[in-house]
């Protein structure tokens, strides 16, 4: 019942009626139970839905750790759940773990799905649909071609080949390819239209459709696109931010209706036409899981880009991390001079994250734009450091399988770090780690270097 006034959009009834399951649930099984998981899903959506974002992370995560305590983590059913989580996450902000997440579950969905799959299609769509936020737009669009090829090999027509042309659609105009924008915005708001009419997904298709003409200089047909649009965002103005949304596509209409075909912008195009407040226009009407999940159109997460290479930044982050006391011998692999090590020695006094991070801010200094991840590689593999080479050389959804089971190891060795004792020097001889660099930090860092040893150890040091 609660599942049927959701979809209705009565969604007080809706939540009644799935508390009421769930202390029925509770009553008659004390324990996890599949039938239980899946009403705390439902839970989580619908508040979700009507922007409880705390209530519906609350109902997802337990939601997560029920189906992990029933199938265990590999399991197909953590994949949805996984995603579920993600959406609210990225709603509320939090970018990082919600493109963790989405990573997570296309990895999972990798494993189970060896042959082209919805699901996996789904996957790719909300991974690309995180990097357009962060407006990483060749990540975006590896992503979202490997979907419409999985898509054409399913041969599944409908909304779920169409989500994808949006995406691309999206991601086009972002990187001012207006033609190859205009062919998949094209066959979106075509097919939206028809199938859904006034609908905000519809509205969206046809935005970023009117951003494609615009820059093709066809303005006549943009202001027309853009017209539907603005309608459509009026008709579903109790389901979108009256405030960001209609605001918006009303000022790329009067944008639109300042120029005449063939006219050029008088500075970039889409510097124009996508920029609010100066940030970038990501709107969000598709940004859902659609395995089992409805998300609202309204926030507008963003954050803003470095100076440093993003894949770089990541790179040195793991590299800093993990290579424990043996920075030194990097230090010299990437050209350091003692002189500069003792220098680093002295500023940091044994932190070893932060000597680090100081080597390889100075090497990134000293080579400038020469400076690679292949390079970086090449100088950890000279070191005897293969594992962590191999690590930043890894796939996204790689990264965040060893990132996720490197969690799991830093338990375990926090454990042994606390309970070995007086007696952690025989365990280091036994994982054939070198003492004098041990005893050389300083005293009141004993507990912490214990741990040191086990991940140098874990790490091939």
Same mark, same amino acid.
């Given at each position: 019942?609660?599942?049927?006034?959701?979809?209705?959009?009565?969604?007080?009834?809706?939540?009644?009626?799935?508390?009421?399951?769930?202390?029925?649930?509770?009553?008659?099984?004390?324990?996890?139970?599949?039938?239980?998981?899946?009403?705390?899903?439902?839970?989580?959506?619908?508040?979700?839905?009507?922007?409880?974002?705390?209530?519906?992370?609350?109902?997802?995560?337990?939601?997560?750790?029920?189906?992990?305590?029933?199938?265990?983590?590999?399991?197909?059913?953590?994949?949805?759940?996984?995603?579920?989580?993600?959406?609210?996450?990225?709603?509320?902000?939090?970018?990082?773990?919600?493109?963790?997440?989405?990573?997570?579950?296309?990895?999972?969905?990798?494993?189970?799905?060896?042959?082209?799959?919805?699901?996996?299609?789904?996957?790719?769509?909300?991974?690309?649909?995180?990097?357009?936020? @962060?407006?990483?737009?060749?990540?975006?669009?590896?992503?979202?071609?490997?979907?419409?090829?999985?898509?054409?090999?399913?041969?599944?027509?409908?909304?779920?080949?169409?989500?994808?042309?949006?995406?691309?659609?999206?991601?086009?105009?972002?990187?001012?390819?207006?033609?190859?924008?205009?062919?998949?915005?094209?066959?979106?708001?075509?097919?939206?239209?028809?199938?859904?009419?006034?609908?905000?997904?519809?509205?969206?298709?046809?935005?970023?459709?009117?951003?494609?003409?615009?820059?093709?200089?066809?303005?006549?047909?943009?202001?027309?696109?853009?017209?539907?649009?603005?309608?459509?965002?009026?008709?579903?103005?109790?389901?979108?931010?009256?405030?960001?949304?209609?605001? @918006?596509?009303?000022?790329?209409?009067?944008?639109?209706?300042?120029?005449?075909?063939?006219?050029?912008?008088?500075?970039?195009?889409?510097?124009?036409?996508?920029?609010?407040?100066?940030?970038?226009?990501?709107?969000?009407?598709?940004?859902?899981?659609?395995?089992?999940?409805?998300?609202?159109?309204?926030?507008?997460?963003?954050?803003?880009?470095?100076?440093?290479?993003?894949?770089?930044?990541?790179?040195?982050?793991?590299?800093?991390?993990?290579?424990?006391?043996?920075?030194?011998?990097?230090?010299?692999?990437?050209?350091?001079?003692?002189?500069?090590?003792?220098?680093?020695?002295?500023?940091?006094?044994?932190?070893?994250?932060?000597?680090?991070?100081?080597?390889?801010?100075?090497?990134?200094?000293?080579?400038?734009?020469?400076?690679?991840?292949?390079?970086?590689?090449?100088?950890?593999?000279?070191?005897?450091?293969?594992?962590?080479?191999?690590?930043?050389?890894?796939?996204?959804?790689?990264?965040?399988?060893?990132?996720?089971?490197?969690?799991?190891?830093?338990?375990?060795?926090?454990?042994?770090?606390?309970?070995?004792?007086?007696?952690?020097?025989?365990?280091?001889?036994?994982?054939?780690?070198?003492?004098?660099?041990?005893?050389?930090?300083?005293?009141?860092?004993?507990?912490?270097?214990?741990?040191?040893?086990?991940?140098?150890?874990?790490?091939?040091?």
């Amino acid at each position: 019942m609660g599942s049927i006034y959701h979809s209705r959009g009565d969604y007080k009834t809706a939540i009644r009626y799935l508390n009421d399951a769930l202390e029925m649930w509770d009553r008659l099984l004390h324990g996890s139970s599949v039938d239980k998981s899946k009403t705390l899903a439902t839970l989580g959506i619908v508040h979700g839905f009507i922007g409880n974002l705390k209530e519906a992370k609350e109902y997802h995560m337990r939601c997560l750790e029920m189906r992990i305590e029933i199938f265990g983590e590999n399991h197909p059913m953590i994949g949805p759940s996984l995603n579920n989580l993600a959406i609210i996450y990225d709603r509320m902000g939090d970018l990082e773990e919600a493109l963790n997440l989405h990573l997570r579950a296309l990895a999972l969905k990798r494993r189970w799905f060896y042959k082209p799959n919805q699901s996996l299609v789904n996957s790719l769509n909300n991974v690309a649909i995180q990097y357009m936020f @962060r407006e990483e737009y060749d990540k975006a669009l590896q992503y979202l071609q490997e979907a419409e090829k999985m898509q054409k090999e399913i041969a599944a027509g409908g909304r779920h080949s169409v989500y994808t042309n949006l995406n691309l659609g999206k991601v086009f105009v972002y990187m001012e390819q207006y033609e190859q924008a205009e062919m998949h915005l094209t066959l979106a708001s075509e097919w939206y239209e028809e199938k859904r009419g006034s609908n905000i997904i519809t509205a969206e298709a046809f935005e970023f459709l009117g951003m494609a003409l615009h820059g093709l200089g066809r303005h006549n047909e943009a202001k027309e696109a853009v017209g539907k649009s603005l309608a459509m965002y009026k008709n579903e103005s109790a389901n979108v931010d009256v405030d960001k949304d209609i605001p @918006r596509v009303r000022a790329l209409l009067d944008k639109v209706s300042l120029c005449k075909d063939k006219d050029d912008l008088p500075e970039s195009r889409t510097a124009m036409i996508l920029r609010v407040d100066g940030r970038p226009l990501i709107a969000e009407g598709n940004n859902q899981n659609m395995d089992n999940t409805v998300n609202k159109v309204g926030s507008d997460p963003w954050k803003p880009m470095t100076a440093v290479s993003k894949d770089l930044q990541s790179a040195f982050i793991i590299v800093a991390e993990d290579t424990g006391y043996r920075w030194r011998d990097l230090a010299r692999r990437l050209g350091l001079t003692e002189a500069q090590i003792q220098g680093v020695v002295s500023k940091h006094q044994g932190r070893l994250m932060e000597c680090c991070m100081d080597v390889l801010e100075a090497w990134q200094k000293a080579l400038g734009p020469k400076v690679t991840t292949q390079l970086l590689q090449s100088a950890l593999l000279d070191c005897d450091l293969k594992a962590i080479a191999e690590t930043i050389g890894a796939t996204e959804e790689q990264k965040v399988e060893i990132i996720n089971h490197k969690k799991k190891l830093s338990a375990v060795f926090y454990t042994i770090a606390e309970d070995t004792g007086p007696k952690w020097k025989d365990l280091a001889r036994k994982l054939g780690l070198n003492l004098l660099r041990l005893t050389a930090l300083r005293p009141d860092t004993t507990a912490r270097s214990r741990n040191a040893a086990w991940m140098c150890w874990k790490h091939g040091g």
